[in-house]
């Protein structure tokens, strides 16, 4: 468990430390719902249709906040092909080399790369050129706890620990 934990660590690391354009344009690739906010049951803000041009100015998570056609709000990044980069930017001397982008490393269709489960992988490229944010390795260090600290800390906060099974289909939206 311990050694996960680091390479999730690590992989969230490794893509805070390229950084993200301010925005990202991008293509619909299947018809579906805008919505007001990054959640499947959320308001219904308009309708998107394959083929049409969005510019991504947020991301959480799997969601896209886009621009498009006028109108704003949110769709599942899966649901977008975004545009290829420009390649790698030419960083002042002495400076790491970084990906024009977290748009160079999360790209749909045809771009060579697997998805899986909503998962999008780097290729040899974007890890080659990757670099450690020492300063921010260090501030997560700061972050942690020991086990005995947190149980002591749920038990004065009166937190219990529970179990919820999942969903059976027909209760699932």
Do not use: H
Not at 17 to 30: F, N, P, S
Request: hydrophobic residues 40%; aromatic residues 4%; without cysteine.
């Amino acid at each position: 468990m311990r050694r996960s934990w680091k390479l999730a660590l690590f992989t969230l690391l490794l893509l805070r430390a390229v950084g993200v354009e301010a925005a990202e344009k991008g293509q619909i690739i299947r018809a579906g719902d805008l919505l007001a906010q990054p959640f499947i049951d959320a308001a219904n803000a308009g309708k998107v249709a394959p083929a049409e041009q969005v510019t991504v100015v947020e991301r959480r998570g799997a969601w896209a906040n886009v621009q498009v056609a006028g109108k704003s709000g949110w769709v599942r990044l899966l649901n977008i092909r975004l545009e290829p980069t420009a390649g790698l930017a030419r960083p002042a001397k002495g400076q790491p080399v970084r990906p024009n982008g977290l748009a160079s490393l999360l790209r749909t269709g045809s771009s060579g790369r697997t998805v899986t489960t909503g998962v999008k992988g780097m290729d040899e490229e974007d890890i080659r050129n990757a670099t450690t944010n020492y300063v921010e390795l260090a501030l997560l260090e700061t972050l942690g706890v020991e086990a005995s600290d947190a149980r002591a800390n749920a038990a004065r906060n009166n937190l219990k620990e529970r179990s919820v099974d999942y969903l059976d289909k027909k209760g699932s939206k």
